[in-house]
């Protein structure tokens, strides 16, 4: 009887824990309990359910093997003998090339920079109708910055290691140092300015397509701007976020009352 009363007391400690105690995403799930084994068998049975339970892949256990990256662009490197090894060493008789090879991958990473040279053939008409006055040359390259020494998917790729991956211009700056390319400070910031000028067309349109939707949610979180504006104390602002059904924007604002999504409804 004792020891009953003693295992019925521990069940109601549990059970006053488990409803009224601190919690946390942490805590285990307790060990369902049984009168009729008592204290002991219960411990028993949570160490069994303890050890059970462990998360991830259990020692022993086969693995998934290894993942091919089969999407990822291929270029096939050929290896052979050196020359004076593909031959016997005793008679010198020249070994043949057996069908097939023994092959063997590696993710490589190469990351360059190139300097395009772009040649545009020149024509010269030979008839006398003089419909062509002068020198007929293929037409140039298209570039985002006219006259700009940079191509478009020079000027992509700057566009996400800013705003996607979020690392610091002076940090890009010096990756194109290692590669032998020196960039000045001021040629990376003012056509990132002329590069907005160009996508605020786009930024509109999109501003328009939300403002036409039906249903939006919107959320927004500090964000430091370290720039001084009139009227404004500290660095503080907010981003906000505002995604209808297909479209997604964000509004860097000083404030996160509710005049923001009023201006933006109109």
């Known amino acids: 009887m004792t020891q009953q009363n003693q295992a019925l007391k521990a069940r109601v400690a549990q059970l006053h ?3 009224f105690g601190r919690k946390s995403e942490q805590t285990k799930d307790p060990v369902p309990y049984h009168h009729d084994r008592g204290k002991e068998a219960c411990n028993a049975s949570a160490a069994t359910s303890e050890s059970k339970n462990n998360r991830g892949k259990q020692p022993g256990s086969k693995g998934y093997g290894r993942r091919r990256r089969s999407g990822l662009p291929t270029e096939e490197i050929l290896h052979e003998l050196p020359k004076a090894e593909q031959c016997c060493p005793v008679c010198g008789k020249p070994f043949s090339v057996f069908p097939g090879s023994e092959d063997s991958e590696e993710i490589h990473w190469e ?15 030979t008839c006398n109708c ?9 037409p140039p390259v298209p570039k985002l910055i006219p006259k700009g020494m940079f191509s478009c998917s020079f000027w992509v790729h700057l566009l996400l290691e800013k705003f996607l991956i979020q690392r610091l211009l002076f940090r890009v700056r010096q990756l ?3 590669e032998g390319c020196s960039v000045s400070q001021g040629t ?6 002329r590069i907005g000028e160009l996508l605020q067309p786009l930024y509109t349109g999109i501003l328009q397509r939300r403002r036409a939707a039906d249903h939006w949610h919107r959320d927004e979180t500090r964000w430091m701007v370290f720039a001084e504006m009139e009227g404004k104390v500290g660095y503080r602002g907010w981003l906000w976020v505002v995604v209808p059904p297909d479209s997604c924007a964000y509004l860097l604002e000083p404030t996160r009352s509710a005049k923001v999504p ?3 409804l109109g």
């Open 176 to 178: 194109f140092a290692l």
């Open 17 to 19: 824990q488990q409803q």
């Open 111 to 125: 990351v360059r920079l190139v300097r395009h040279i772009h040649k545009r053939t020149r024509y010269r008409p």
């Open 262 to 264: 009023q201006n933006h």
């Open 130 to 138: 003089r419909a062509v006055p002068g020198i007929m040359t293929a």
């Open 188 to 193: 990376r910031t003012g056509r990132r300015k």
